[in-house]
């Protein structure tokens, strides 16, 4: 039995050569008209510019088919599930999350005063819509779904989520979390905010659009949910760097790059998970950009493959360290990484 390991992130501080498979990051960086765009908007870096912020709001308004007001923008997704966590603890009360699942706001709700109940995938490895179910009190204030979900890469069709949301209290935040729903052919489940008040989808740039680093985010919900977070910010947005937003703002056109970098991860993603059931190991199906999969018949010592090959792999998860995941990088990288380990 393997124990729970983390790899070895200090190896991230100087190698140029190490290759980045552990968070999920876009291979190809950073959209290059978003490039130009940032550094064009760099003379605009002294002033609080607000033009940006309602440009970028345009832009996805068009993109998703929705009102501004059903959009809060902001330094990275991370921030949003941070700023809900705080908005559900306020009357303190009970939270519902799967596990494992991108769950770093839960501490934040402990703190808070909050109370959780975990709920662990089903024999599929699917987040248990089920269990989540059962699992609400009449104190819960918040359940938090990862669609498709980190770690396991597994999305949940829309009728499922459709029939899960009908079934959830209307007192109940549902917090949708969509940051790879780009990868998936399903369209986000933004269209149903106005239908129901109580969920909030948060989407990030940090994937496909590789602003991992420059960090935006933002979240859909009804505007009377996303007025009641703002209570909680004393200026909006205000945290994110007008450099980034011009930034977003570009990306969201760089049609180019991001069907690049699609094609690029269901070519490279295939490759991974083929060289993977070659060698007898347990898979799960992907819709991300990430591979979810089990090290229960693997018999070297993974972890320091990687590290010889100067590769960093994701931690490991579940089953006392069994299941593990790996990001999907251009085809090449697939190659060293898949050479590395089985070869
Ligand atoms: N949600 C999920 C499911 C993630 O995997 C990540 C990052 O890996 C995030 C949110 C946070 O993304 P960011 O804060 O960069 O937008």
């Not at 780009?182 to 989407?203: A, C, G, H, M, W």
């Not at 505007?223 to 209570?231: D, V």
């Not at 991001?258 to 993977?276: D, G, P």
Request: with cysteine; proline share 3%.
């Amino acid at each position: 039995i393997l124990a729970k390991q983390t790899p070895n992130y200090s190896l991230l501080k100087n190698d140029e050569d190490t290759i980045r498979l552990c968070f999920n990051e876009n291979p190809f960086g950073v959209s290059p008209k978003a490039i130009e765009a940032m550094q064009k908007s760099m003379t605009d870096a002294s002033k609080y510019d607000f033009k940006y912020a309602d440009v970028l709001k345009s832009k996805l308004e068009e993109k998703n088919q929705l009102n501004k007001e059903n959009f809060l923008v902001s330094a990275g997704s991370s921030f949003l599930l941070e700023l809900i966590a705080k908005y559900v603890s306020i009357d303190k009360g009970h939270i519902v999350i799967p596990e494992p699942s991108f769950t770093i706001f839960a501490p934040i709700t402990e703190f808070l005063g909050m109370s959780k109940t975990v709920v662990p995938l089903n024999s599929n490895k699917e987040i248990d819509l089920e269990s989540m179910l059962k699992s609400i009190k009449s104190d819960t204030k918040l359940v938090y779904i990862c669609n498709p979900n980190n770690p396991t890469g597994h999305l949940l069709s829309r009728e499922k989520m459709e029939n899960f949301i009908q079934k959830v209290p209307k007192n109940v935040t549902i917090l949708i979390d969509e940051a790879y729903i780009e990868f998936t052919n399903q369209p986000s489940l933004s269209d149903l905010v106005n239908q129901y008040k109580n969920i909030i989808v948060t989407r990030t740039f940090s994937k496909l659009y590789g602003f991992a680093g420059a960090r935006l985010g933002y979240a859909i919900a009804h505007p009377e949910f996303l007025k009641n977070l703002e209570k909680l910010q004393s200026w909006s947005g205000g945290e994110i760097s007008i450099v980034t937003m011009a930034g977003g703002i570009a990306a969201l056109e760089d049609t180019d790059f991001t069907n690049k970098v699609l094609k690029n991860n269901q070519l490279a993603k295939e490759f991974t998970i083929k060289e993977l059931n070659k060698k007898g190991i347990k898979v799960i199906s992907s819709e991300t950009n990430f591979v979810y999969f089990s090290l229960e018949n693997y018999k070297e010592d993974y972890f320091n493959r990687l590290k010889s090959a100067k590769i960093l792999g994701g931690k490991t998860y579940e089953d006392e360290g069994k299941w593990t995941r790996i990001s999907i990088g251009t085809l090449e990288q697939m190659q060293k990484y898949t050479k590395a380990v089985f070869g």
